[in-house]
């Protein structure tokens, strides 16, 4: 490669890492460790919530979800769509007739308002990261 080609692709090379610094730093960061979690009642015995990004009550939203050793839900389902990983306890969870035990790290989504019953198997708190993809509301089944 001669001289000129070289340069060529060096000016080329410096104008795509322009390009990529131009864009860079345009983004939003949302970083909460586990010890800054701040853990509120939500309003039923043992299910407690930590939000930590958006607004649950207005839109979409990503926040941790508690159930306390032992507890289970009434059948019910939610408006928004949402997509949740467990992260701690045995959560056993049935929809459309079946019933799924899902160990840390399982994921499930529940869409168009998908009936189901949540219960936290064992001794364990069961804790779930959800990301709702509307406000966040809870509409019993009857």
Known sequence: ??????FVVAVLALGAGAVVAVQAGTG???????ADLQWKDAGIPKVSISPVDGDMAKGP???????????ET???????????????GTLVLTANGKETR???GSYFAFTDQAVHVA????????????????PWDVVPEK
């Open 1 to 6: 490669m001669n001289r000129l080609h070289l």
């Open 28 to 34: 939003k960061a949302v970083v909460v460790s586990k």
């Open 61 to 71: 939203s990503h926040f941790y979800l508690k159930y306390g050793a032992g507890f």
């Open 74 to 88: 009434p059948k019910h389902h939610h408006t928004a769509d949402h997509y949740v990983t467990t992260v701690s």
């Open 102 to 104: 899902l160990a840390p």
């Open 119 to 134: 219960r936290c198997d064992g001794s364990e708190d069961c804790v779930m990261f959800v990301d709702a993809r509307g």
